[in-house]
């Protein structure tokens, strides 16, 4: 089983950032993506951005150029940070993380961090 703690959320302002962040801890294997999902009110889970163990992006259409994903193998941990943010941006924000474990994968969620943009 692995463990995901999600922290960084809050209110901002239009135009504003935050950094969030997740740690994951448990029976973590090295095949491994991590990643940020977010769901907004009355609308379906949508992928943000996720990083692979060796460092390979991918981003959604709507983040690209305004938020960054990375990590820190080390500490097991994914960070998003996110710049420019508007008001579509507001919702709650879940990490994922899969990992390949023997011949299969296995998906893990944290319990989401609220991120609302408003001024």
């Known amino acids: 089983q692995v463990q995901l703690v999600e922290s960084g959320g809050g209110l901002v302002q239009p135009g504003g950032s935050l950094r969030l962040s997740c740690v994951a801890s448990?029976?973590?294997?090295?095949?491994?993506?991590m990643g940020w999902y977010r769901q907004a009110p009355g609308k379906q889970r949508e992928l943000v951005a996720t990083?692979?163990?060796?460092?390979?992006?991918n981003y959604a259409f709507f983040v690209k150029g305004r938020f960054t994903v990375s990590r820190d193998n080390a500490k097991n941990t994914v960070f998003l940070q996110m710049n420019s943010l508007n008001t579509d941006d507001t919702g709650v924000y879940y990490c994922?993380?899969?990992?390949?474990?023997?011949?299969?994968?296995?998906?893990?969620w944290g319990q989401g961090t609220q991120v609302t943009v408003s001024s």
């Open positions: 448990g029976r973590i294997f090295s095949i491994n993506t």
């Open positions: 994922n993380h899969h990992q390949l474990g023997g011949l299969k994968w296995d998906a893990y």
């Open positions: 990083i692979s163990f060796d460092g390979r992006t």
